[in-house]
């Protein structure tokens, strides 16, 4: 392979059609933040945005808002726009909780489905509040419910008669592995399973297509890709079919058909509604919908194409640069195969994170010993690839790095 | 009696300890806002504070706030902020989710406490949501575990051996009715049954003293009193005994003891911690810790004082200039057995609610015939019942008011 040099790189930038979104969001000079997979960078438009909802819609308008500035609607309306990012329909998507909540809601719906079927099967190895949701669900009737972790390579063949959902990440925090949706879903329909899809790392990513997969079940989380913000509330998929099948579990009030006839009796909203629970956080919803409106700007298609190359430029280049020093990929290096992150293993890998981040180049940690690097395309340059990489050559090369002064630190950490 | 004038009234806000406070909050020119007990008023610093949590914290330090600005923590440390509040320890309330979401963890942590209690209880007429929340958790499965709603006046006679849990509103959203907290959390202790409190309107209203009543489980709502801002996080109080006795069934990843080891496993972190559940919405924490720390200012003994001597002024005052439009009350008249708020019954009570909003006084009307008006003690003054009242007055006698504007656009709403 001939060498990359910087103005191979360079060319790409001049040629990547989505370069002018890095400009929307509020970078930090100097800073290459390979980390909007765990918390995105804040769009320029969240702050004016944030400044009305609190200023002019809390201050002035009060109690008002939930009719003059739509309110009520923010959890249907955000997920409407999310919707059209995943292959949902309208009125299939909700915004509100947690991503963990969210999966109790799939879960416990799933439950409903067909009363024969109790078992909950996840994959070990998933991230991890996945696998708690099914533990903590299952411990409210363990006479009834069990939940199941599986061996990755054999979750189509845990399935049988008794099992009443599969959950599995999209794409996987830790490795970058993508699964095939498509496949899954239908070997799992095979079974008479419902999967429920956790999309925390695949949305604002990639082109995910719900509805073309037949998906029954999805959560994903607004904080990462969608650049909606710390703790963004998160989002539930439930396709049209079952909808009216679920009696939620969590069947807070504003999932009721007349929230405001204040009844006695629960009795749900109809649709995708009745997946609301407790009053949304108004805040953060209105700063996830500018993520959100943001991200709808993007050609996904071109998002995915330069998700990739920008993944399979850090491959190359830290074979390049970096090949002494140790790095055995612990992500797909075929990127048809991989979400928008890179992983290495390195026996070092939360000194090397340390330095790096000391250094300006934001990644993260996963124990035992993944450095993962994450590839937001709406502003993430391939300059910034090439830099980060430049770094870590200097980080590993060091005079500091070789004195160990990190290594150290991490000891005692 | 004698007369109100307003004279009267006006020496009492010469009076009020508390004047000072409504300088701090940012409130509509001209508006008279007796809602605070369903959305609370805006903070001045919590516009300053909003900035700097979204431009510097996630705009900047990005990823990295979750220590160097603590992000981390900010649910149990908001926690130890309102325990103060409530007559809490530090480690008994953590912060998080919605108040419907937290009923549901307290509920399904008394399930735990004893195998042989599978009944949950709250009473007809507590706000929806509580009871909804018992339906739900019941219907996961319903062979086991019940929920039964009983008379308000029974409730304490409902509970027997197969109770789980009973779980009561601290303060009645709709009449105001204030329950004996110690009372009944000794009388339903002597069968066996630990009582998950409601304190959402009665959180930063008046003192409350979880601790001194023996209290088991309690939740609340930061966007009332606490000025939290719409759709807050809510909270959650667990006192220390039951803390280790509970596998939650909403085991998210942040209340594993070890989040960031990524066990496939779930193990409960120490103490309160536990339940939480998924990331915390950082944005509407920031906003709610404005909220409180406000509120710890205040001397919450005069707080009760000044919410009494507004509820007691507002019920004179309506029978004193509005004594012939037929307004009944809908709540206790003494201020001692209410929280701070007034309701009336009227049978064109919505049409009444929509008049006085187009005229700048701001309640809401509850079905199907209630006016409820909060006191926020914090920035409501004596004045401001004053001028309520008189628009009232005006609002009943006035010529559109006769011509029935309002009566028929309620009649087609």
Not at 39 to 53: S, T
Not at 261 to 267: E, I, P, S, T
Not at 304 to 329: M, T, Y
């Amino acid at each position: 392979m001939t060498r990359i040099t910087f103005d191979d790189v360079s060319h790409l930038d001049e040629q990547d059609s989505l370069a002018p979104f890095s400009a929307r969001f509020d970078i930090p000079d100097g800073l290459i933040y390979l980390d909007g997979n765990s918390l995105g960078c804040l769009p320029k438009a969240a702050k004016d945005r944030l400044n009305e909802v609190v200023t002019r819609e809390w201050g002035q308008d009060l109690i008002r808002s939930w009719n003059s500035n739509d309110w009520i609607n923010a959890p249907a309306r955000i997920g409407n726009k999310i919707a059209k990012l995943i292959g949902a329909d309208d009125g299939e998507v909700i915004v509100g909780d947690s991503t963990s909540i969210n999966v109790f809601k799939c879960l416990s719906a799933c439950l409903q489905l067909d009363n024969s079927r109790t078992t909950l099967i996840t994959e070990t190895g998933n991230f991890p509040t996945d696998a708690y949701m099914t533990e903590g669900l299952a411990g409210i009737a363990p006479d009834r419910i069990g939940a199941r972790l599986v061996d990755p390579d054999e979750v189509i063949d845990s399935l049988d008669e008794t099992t009443a959902a599969l959950l599995l990440t999209h794409t996987h925090y830790k490795t970058g592995r993508l699964r095939d949706m498509a496949a899954i879903t239908s070997a799992a329909h095979q079974k008479g399973v419902p999967v429920i899809w956790d999309l925390s790392h695949s949305c604002g990513a990639m082109p995910v297509d719900l509805n073309a997969c037949d998906a029954d079940f999805a959560v994903g989380c607004g904080y990462k890709y969608l650049n909606g913000g710390p703790g963004a509330p998160a989002f539930t998929f439930v396709a049209k079919r079952y909808q009216e099948k679920v009696f939620p579990a969590l069947s807070g009030w504003l999932g009721h058909k007349q929230p405001f006839a204040f009844d006695d009796r629960y009795a749900p909203a109809p649709g995708i509604n009745r997946f609301q629970c407790g009053t949304p956080g108004i805040i953060g919803c209105a700063a996830l919908e500018v993520g959100i409106d943001l991200m709808l700007e993007a050609d996904m298609q071109a998002l995915r194409q330069k998700s990739s190359a920008l993944g399979d430029l850090f491959i190359q280049l830290v074979n390049q640069e970096c090949g002494e020093f140790g790095f055995e990929p612990a992500c797909p290096i075929n990127a048809a195969e991989r979400g928008s992150q890179v992983s290495f293993h390195h026996p070092d890998g939360y000194a090397i994170m340390q330095a790096l981040i000391a250094c300006g180049v934001i990644g993260d940690f996963r124990a035992p010993d993944i450095l993962r690097f994450g590839f937001a395309p709406l502003y993430i340059s391939y300059r910034d690839v090439w830099k980060a990489v430049d770094i870590l050559r200097d980080v590993m090369s060091s005079e500091a790095w070789n004195q160990s002064q990190f290594k150290q630190r991490a000891a005692v950490t």
